[in-house]
């Protein structure tokens, strides 16, 4: 596959198929996902990657407790909820599509509850990946796990794997970190769903939408 076309195929996937990932080919993944850059070289990310039955009780244990003590939703390190214009429309327009094509009726919070809890369970994905990084290191070193993440995401899209980047992660991590044992000087900062896109469930159907290049790009001291 062409660069430019991987790039344009990849998706946020909402429903996997149940099909196992290799370790082997994870593996693989995570280590070409390495070369990536980060500032002077550091290296900040670092990953937990969850199967099996160990996925299977995070799941359930995050699952119980944001039942039990909603309140509990929020982030570890400073994270704002503030939106506006023109963020906030472009957020709204991708919920009604894909809302809409599931079939939750605007209003309908407990429908919306429960598609937004099935963050925590890696849309049924057979993968999970739960991403922290240490907490003294500043913000320039969260952008170096990004680019980590997405290159992760295009390594996965050439060998036929689908993702889903996951803020939801960074909430309730206090039961993320019991059980996966995570240090207390690392921040829980975002999750990842791996595996093979359900090609027929009609969440998986949204395409969001990109703004045209002039309204984001900005070019000084070009000719012509």
């Not at 290799?22 to 550091?42: C, D, K, M, W, Y």
Request: proline share 6%; aromatic share 10%.
């Amino acid at each position: 596959m062409l660069f430019e076309d991987v790039v344009r195929q990849r998706r946020s996937v909402r429903a996997f198929r149940p099909d196992p990932v290799p370790l082997a080919l994870v593996r693989e993944l995570l280590q070409t996902a390495s070369r990536s850059p980060s500032g002077t070289n550091i290296q900040p990310w670092k990953v937990h990657v969850v199967a099996g039955p160990v996925r299977d009780r995070l799941v359930r244990e995050v699952l119980a407790h944001a039942e039990t003590d909603p309140a509990d939703a929020t982030a570890e390190f400073p994270r704002t909820s503030k939106r506006k214009e023109p963020y906030l429309s472009r957020m709204r327009t991708l919920g009604k599509d894909m809302y809409g094509r599931i079939g939750i009726a605007k209003g309908d919070e407990a429908a919306s509850k429960a598609q937004w809890a099935r963050n925590w369970s890696f849309f049924d994905a057979p993968v999970g990946l739960v991403f922290t990084i240490d907490k003294d290191l500043d913000s320039m070193s969260f952008l170096d796990v990004g680019m980590f993440m997405q290159s992760l995401m295009l390594a996965a899209k050439v060998r036929g794997l689908d993702t889903c980047a996951q803020g939801a992660w960074n909430l309730y991590w206090t039961v993320t970190r019991r059980v996966l044992s995570i240090p207390e000087n690392e921040y829980i900062i975002v999750g990842m769903s791996l595996g093979y896109a359900d090609p027929v469930h009609p969440v998986n159907g949204v395409v969001s939408e990109r703004e045209p290049l002039d309204a984001f790009a900005t070019f000084h001291g070009f000719e012509g």
